[in-house]
Each structure stands twice: as C-alpha cells, then as structure tokens.
C-alpha cells in the first residue's frame, strides 16, 4: 500500500481545511488508517483514527475532538480529515497511516502502522 497525504496549506485561526490520503492498493478498505501530526523538536502525536472495512468507528484524542473529523471513501481509496476550528498549535505536518484491522482504534504508537504518507504541512495564522 503507498500512501500520499495532500491537502495542507496556509489557513487562518478559525478556519478550515480538509487533508486527503489516497491510497493504491486494492486492500486499502481493510486497514485501519490513522492521522498523526508532527512539530520540529517534537513528537509524532495521533489526531484521529478511523476503523477498517465500513464500520465507520472513529477516535479522537481530547486535543481535537470535535474540530477534527476523519472519514473514508473506499470507492475512492481515499481517507480524509476534516479539520475545523483551527488554531495555530494546529500547525504542523500532518501524516496519515495504515495499519492492521486489528488495531485498537485508541493505539498511538507510530511502530504499529505500517505504511506512511508522506506528510502534508498545514499553518494556521494568528
């Protein structure tokens, strides 16, 4: 599976933006696909998780919960996040990943995914 996170870009505090993950593969629908972002100096940190095949199940962590909404066309390969409300500590490069459907949907550790985009850089303006 080869992923390619597009979408970010310039935005205003209060706006809103909607980052996309395409995926190849036939088999896309059975992963678990997450969105992580990352600050220089900082850590990869998880913003939202979206379950595999149709169920639809998501998580959020409390930083964004919310403001953020993830979704998936599996006709399209494409997974998406929908970020509202945003703020400038939103800034930063946004990642999606897959992995197993055995993922629990609340797992944060970036060594669980196996496949990565390449990231997408989002700045939020004060």
């Known amino acids: 599976v080869q992923l390619q996170a597009y979408g970010g870009g310039l935005v205003q505090a209060g706006g809103s933006l909607r980052l996309s993950c395409a995926a190849s593969?036939?088999?896309?629908?059975?992963?678990?696909v997450a969105w992580f972002r990352q600050t220089p100096g900082k850590e990869r940190d998880i913003v939202g998780v979206?379950?595999?095949?149709?169920?639809?199940?998501?998580w959020y962590p409390s930083s964004v919960l919310g403001r953020f909404t993830i979704s998936r066309d599996h006709a399209k390969n494409t997974v998406y996040l929908q970020m509202y409300s945003l703020k400038p500590e939103d800034t930063a490069v946004y990642y999606c990943?897959?992995?197993?459907?055995?993922?629990?949907?609340?797992?944060?550790?970036?060594?669980?995914?196996?496949?990565w985009g390449q990231g997408t850089l989002v700045t939020v303006s004060s």
């Open positions: 593969g036939r088999t896309f629908s059975s992963y678990v």
């Open positions: 979206i379950s595999a095949w149709s169920s639809g199940a998501t």
């Open positions: 990943a897959a992995g197993s459907s055995a993922l629990g949907l609340q797992n944060r550790n970036i060594g669980s995914y196996d496949y």
